[in-house]
């Protein structure tokens, strides 16, 4: 259990459908963030929320979605995507987005698009 | 900008013996926490280290140990007498330290460890 939980661990999805992936944690913490990981290039940060808000995206094309209802959950929704898109999404969440207290990452989601 | 630079992309080493895994970054910033991440093939990021711009102390940790050298700007990772379950990606990582805001982790592009029995 790393206490933050990712959803589902494998998806796999034609480039028409629609799909969300979940991110849950109950740490308490205040920040969550969503990475991307491809083959061979270092993560990449997405999205940034502080408190619900969503503080950064990171020139994200529009095809995904992100919705923080509370502290504790974190979605992507993501629709019709492109093959280019398989990747491990990672969450991760953090006390603050100063990273002073370091942060907390789930096991991914790993994502192929058909 | 911030920069992260693991230049060993792949290290393969016999149960036993000690690596080191080198990190270099490139920073604007006076102030920074650096960290270094163990990916096992479960997927989630472990945390294992944060060190800040401050403190140039190396760290040991059981067979783990950091070498924090801010005159080359790198953060050296050793493991000692290296064992099977220490096979994983390991990412080094740097974040600014400013008063508010939302800062950027930046990754390096991970060191695959692979050892072998």
């Known amino acids: 259990e790393t206490g933050v939980t990712q959803t589902p661990r494998h998806l796999v999805m034609g480039m028409t459908n629609k799909k969300s992936l979940k991110c849950e944690q109950h740490?308490?913490?205040?920040?969550m963030y969503w990475y991307k990981q491809s083959a061979k290039k270092p993560l990449e940060l997405m999205f940034v929320y502080n408190f619900k808000e969503q503080t950064e995206n990171n020139s994200v094309p529009s095809r995904f979605s992100p919705e923080c209802p509370n502290s504790s959950h974190l979605f992507l929704h993501l629709h019709t995507l492109q093959p280019e898109d398989s990747a491990l999404y990672l969450c991760?969440?953090?006390?603050?987005?100063?990273?002073?207290?370091?942060?907390?990452f789930g096991s991914g989601t790993r994502l192929t698009v058909v | 900008a911030q920069k992260v630079t693991q230049a060993q992309t792949e290290i393969s080493v016999v149960e036993k013996e000690d690596v080191t895994l080198d990190c270099v970054y490139e920073?604007?910033?006076?102030?920074?926490?650096l960290f270094w991440y163990k990916q096992p093939p479960s997927g989630e990021l472990v945390f294992l280290i944060r060190?800040?711009?401050?403190?140039?102390q190396n760290e040991i940790s059981g067979r783990y140990s950091w070498n924090f050298q801010k005159s080359t700007s790198s953060f050296n990772f050793t493991i000692t007498a290296s064992q099977v379950v220490d096979s994983a990606v390991y990412f080094c990582?740097?974040?600014?330290?400013?008063?508010?805001?939302?800062?950027?982790?930046?990754f390096g592009k991970g060191t695959k460890l692979t050892v072998n029995p």
């Open positions: 060190r800040n711009s401050f403190d140039e």
């Open positions: 990582a740097l974040s600014p330290i400013t008063q508010g805001g939302s800062e950027k982790l930046v």
């Open positions: 991760a969440s953090s006390q603050d987005t100063q990273g002073r207290y370091g942060y907390t």
């Open positions: 740490l308490g913490h205040n920040a």
């Open positions: 920073t604007r910033d006076t102030t920074y926490y």
